[in-house]
């Protein structure tokens, strides 16, 4: 079945820097990589997502690329603020089965 | 939209107890899906069910976990016996049929004693 790793698991930036997240996934046939951020204590929200036949998406300040060939995603946030301090996860489906396998989710620290 | 609703939010109960966790997805979502959350396993899908069947239930942990969506619009998670192990945030998420994206609920934080 699919697997998804999620790099780092702790990220610490200054606000106003860029930040990044990686994913990678195992199995070919998945097409849609979502993105959701967890704040604490509260549930995980879809921020962007990318399905497999667009190599890059952007909304304002995060963007997300997707890597057929290497099967590997990336969520970019620039301008980082605190406001964006939580963890992020990434997930991948074959959207014909619907679940989503996540990554175990990146902590993303934005010090003012 | 008053999205995903689920209940009770917390839940503290001994080792040895019944208990249930129920999900009300959102209006016209054909798919719904339960989730635990810990900090060691990271989010991981339990069972999800489409159109009321289910159709994936190989993340249920084992038997003592049990679910059914009697109609679209109602879901319950059931764990007898209930274990320290056990303790966890279970959320439920909805889906509409041809899209997606995945709505999730503010969870039910479960403490096993």
């Known amino acids: 079945g699919e697997n998804v790793e999620q790099h780092p698991s702790t990220l610490s930036v200054q606000e106003g820097d860029s930040a990044v997240i990686k994913c990678t996934y195992s199995?070919?046939?998945?097409?849609?990589f979502p993105w959701y951020k967890q704040e604490l204590g509260k549930r995980p929200q879809l921020i962007i997502d990318i399905r497999s036949n667009v190599g890059e998406k952007k909304d304002q300040r995060i963007a997300v690329t997707l890597n057929k060939t290497a099967k590997h995603f990336s969520l970019h946030i620039t301008e980082t603020q605190p406001e964006d301090s939580a963890v992020y996860f990434c997930a991948a489906s074959k959207r014909s089965q619907g679940n989503l396998i996540f990554g175990k989710g990146t902590k993303l620290s934005v010090k003012p | 939209d008053a999205g995903v609703i689920q209940s009770p939010r917390h839940e503290v109960t001994e080792m040895g107890q019944e208990v249930t966790l129920r999900c009300k997805p959102i209006?016209?979502?054909?798919?719904l899906f339960w989730y635990r959350q810990t900090m060691m396993r990271g989010l991981e899908l339990l069972i999800y069910f489409n159109n009321n069947v289910p159709i994936d239930d190989s993340g249920m942990p084992e038997d003592r976990f049990s679910a059914k969506m009697p109609n679209a619009s109602f879901s319950t998670l059931k764990i007898q016996p209930s274990e320290p192990r056990d303790s966890a945030v279970y959320f439920c998420?909805?889906?509409?049929?041809?899209?997606?994206?995945?709505?999730f609920g503010p969870g039910t934080r479960l403490l096993v004693l």
């Open positions: 998420a909805s889906r509409s049929n041809g899209a997606e994206t995945q709505y």
């Open positions: 199995d070919s046939a998945s097409n849609y």
């Open positions: 209006s016209g979502h054909n798919s």
